[in-house]
């Protein structure tokens, strides 16, 4: 005997669960695979390069166009105590300078930074 009578009427949220489970995967996915870069204390535009910028994570250490320094929360000669408390470190510390800052400032950073036990710095730029 053939049975005529309607379907069963399926329920709206049973075809959404795989699709919600597919997201859910991929935001973990990213919050995992993702790494968040500090925030600039303040405008900081790089000079031009023509290399790739590494993506390691690194102290991060900000030079603003005025000669002012940044580095995790301390401004000024403080952002200096700060790396040298911290210290030693083994990756180098990367430094993000702006494009208009005087090349004497730089140096005069990198003395103080080699001062106080820094042996390694990479300046970042970003590519044209």
Do not use: C, W
């Amino acid at each position: 005997m053939v049975d005529f009578s309607l379907p069963r009427k399926r329920s709206s949220t049973e075809a959404v669960l795989p699709m919600i489970n597919v997201v859910f995967l991929l935001l973990i996915f990213f919050l995992m695979t993702t790494r968040i870069a500090p925030q600039a204390p303040f405008p900081v535009t790089p000079p031009d390069t023509e290399t790739e910028a590494t993506s390691k994570a690194a102290p991060m250490m900000f030079l603003s166009s005025t000669g002012e320094m940044f580095f995790e929360g301390a401004r000024g000669d403080a952002a200096l105590q700060v790396i040298a408390t911290h210290g030693p470190y083994d990756e180098p510390v990367i430094l993000r300078a702006d494009a208009e800052v005087a090349a004497k400032e730089v140096a005069a950073l990198l003395t103080k930074l080699r001062a106080i036990g820094v042996t390694e710095v990479s300046l970042v730029g970003q590519n044209p």
